[in-house]
């Protein structure tokens, strides 16, 4: 049991290039989540999806895309990277439903982007 | 809006000496959760607690424990005889829909041997 994993790690990008990072959960969850960390900031919300096939818009969501073709993957995609999009990225994924149980975060990726 | 307030950017102590990190969180619901996560350097998140809005007990755990009270909407974290391995930063964050979580800012806190 893997718990939350994300791909890769660390990343070095340059302006304008684009990339994929890659969140998966083998604890059958419904609901994943992308986060980005700054400093000062917390952590902010990107994009969310309560379950296979469907997504929604965080408080961050400009400059990134999502897709949850399959129940245990979440997929952050960067078509245009730019300098601000530079953080660390946290993947994330809970059971569902109305309650409040623990979220499960993965190790985070960073982000350099040049 | 949901908000959570971490007003303590930093905190330094020493070895053994007591510490309180503030939480101070705005919501309209009724019935709402309370969370909070340490991230040691290595960067990981992780769980310490949740809380919702129906208990206000005191919780204590070790050395940690968490004062809720939801008159002044805050729920505070405190470590007793502080080890150099509670250095970290610490979030407190607040539920939303479909179990988002609203983060504060975080307190780093540094404890000197």
């Known amino acids: 049991n893997a718990g939350v994993t994300q791909t890769p790690k660390f990343r070095v990008l340059k302006t304008g290039q684009s990339m994929t990072l890659l969140c998966a959960q083998d604890m059958n969850h419904e609901y994943m989540y992308w986060y980005r960390q700054d400093p000062g900031m917390g952590l902010r919300l990107i994009h969310y999806s309560v379950g296979e096939g469907t997504t929604a818009k965080g408080e961050v969501p400009d400059g990134y895309n999502v897709s949850r073709l399959k129940k245990q993957n979440f997929l952050l995609g960067l078509e245009s990277a730019a300098p601000s999009q530079t953080s660390v990225y946290f993947c994330a994924s809970v059971r569902g439903g109305r309650g409040a149980d623990t979220q499960y975060f993965g190790p985070g990726t960073r982000l350099t982007v040049l | ?113």
């Open chain 2, 1 to 113: 809006a949901q908000k959570v307030t971490q007003a303590q950017t930093e905190i330094s102590v020493v070895e053994k000496e007591d510490v309180t990190l503030d939480c101070v969180y705005e919501t309209r619901d009724t019935t709402y959760y309370l969370f909070w996560y340490k991230q040691p350097p290595s960067g990981e998140l992780v769980f310490l607690i949740r809380r919702n809005s129906f208990d206000e007990q005191n919780e204590i755990s070790g050395r940690y424990s968490w004062n809720f009270q939801k008159s002044t909407s805050s729920f505070n974290f405190t470590i007793t005889a502080s080890q150099v391995v509670d250095s970290a930063v610490y979030f407190c964050a607040l539920r939303g829909g479909f179990q988002k979580l609203v983060f504060g800012t975080g307190t780093r806190l540094l404890v000197s041997p």
